[in-house]
């Protein structure tokens, strides 16, 4: 039981640092480069949100065990870490590195190849923490990590969209390349 504590406590301070990264990262995009990505933390966190907690009640998936009483399915820790590592990786920081280099920021965050990996990773971590805190099973963490992850994209869309409509020769240079 105590083991068990323990992972659950792990996984509230990993949950935490990963939305404060978040929030720095935004915070900091806003201020350095008034770039509108900023946004994409508070729509996407409060996205991932109101569709876990839609989902919990309406699928009534039972936790495997009584720590806590809520549903379990998904994973809201797996969910906002995996969205918030995901938006910080592959969304916000590269558009914090290009600076104001000349490169277009509005191309999105990175190449599609580093999004698999930092999925992984995250839903590996978050995970395994919450199924050894024995508040999930392995399917609420995937179904999580997806919600998570799925949210994060649909935010880089949004962005590359909105990049697009202000600028309408955005998508004619990318098909150019």
């Known amino acids: 039981a105590e083991q068990r504590g323990n992972f659950n406590s792990l996984s509230d301070v990993l949950d935490d640092g990963a939305q404060v ?91 599609s190849a580093q999004w698999p990996v930092v999925f992984l990773g995250a839903w590996l971590t978050m995970g395994s923490t919450r199924v050894l805190a024995d508040a999930h099973w392995s399917s609420d963490t995937a179904g999580g990590a997806a919600l998570g992850v799925g949210v994060a994209a649909a935010m880089e869309t949004l962005l590359i969209a909105l990049a697009a409509l202000k600028d309408p020769t955005q998508d004619k240079r990318e098909s150019d390349k």
């Open 21 to 111: 990264a978040g929030w720095v990262a935004a915070f900091a995009l806003a201020v350095q480069q008034r770039d509108i990505a900023a946004i994409s933390m508070p729509v996407g966190l409060e996205s991932v949100k109101t569709i876990y907690r839609a989902l919990k009640p309406g699928l009534h998936r039972v936790r495997p065990s009584e720590i806590l009483t809520d549903f379990s399915f998904p994973s809201a820790h797996t969910a906002r870490f995996c969205f918030c590592i995901t938006l910080v990786a592959c969304v916000l920081s590269p558009r914090l590195m290009r600076g104001d280099q000349q490169q277009d920021r509005h191309s999105g965050g990175t190449a």
